[in-house]
């Protein structure tokens, strides 16, 4: 998978990746049907095979947030998903349904695996988003996935994750990293508080490395 610094925020640090291996592929799979097992760097995500690529890669979003929070040389996204398979972060009904992100025994996983203190927020409010970013922390925030259409109306709120890294310039809005980012300026968001709450759910993780 590619990796580049956010190209819209010059004082971030943070990487852009998505959750699917190619860039250029994320939206001809999203929004008109590309099997994702025809992506050819799908062995980039350290998935096993392309047909376990293309049945997981769409529900990865969250693992995507978490590689992006852990910086340069975080684990490869599959590598980070057989982890949080192993808290229970995930689970698969018999019929094969994925479920998750389960955000409790996530954060566990990210706590006891991977360094970060993580804390659950079943009920944030838009106006609690900046302090926490204020202080140093990174956001993993249940949005709708129509996020990356913002001039559109917003078809409901959350089943998709995006991680929040800092507040805009002007401090009235924030910046984010969409996993499911179409476009250089998708991937690498900036919307007013206001125009984002129309697609969040109100709930998240909020990530900082330890000291």
Known sequence: MPIVNCPSCPTCQVPVHTQFASFELVGPIVEDGLDPATDPAWAESGAKSPAEYARWAGHLCGMTCLRMALGAGAPSLFALRDGALGYGAYTEDPDGAIRGLVYAPFAAYVQERHGLDATVHRHLSPEEIPPLLDEGRSVMASVHYAIRR?????????????????????????HFHNPSGTTAATRSAELPLAEFERFFAGRGVSLRVRA
């Not at 890294?165 to 002007?170: G, H, L, N, S």
């Open 150 to 174: 913002p001039r559109q109306p917003a078809p409901g709120r959350g089943g998709h994750l995006v991680l929040l890294t800092a507040r805009t310039a002007d401090g009235t809005g924030v």
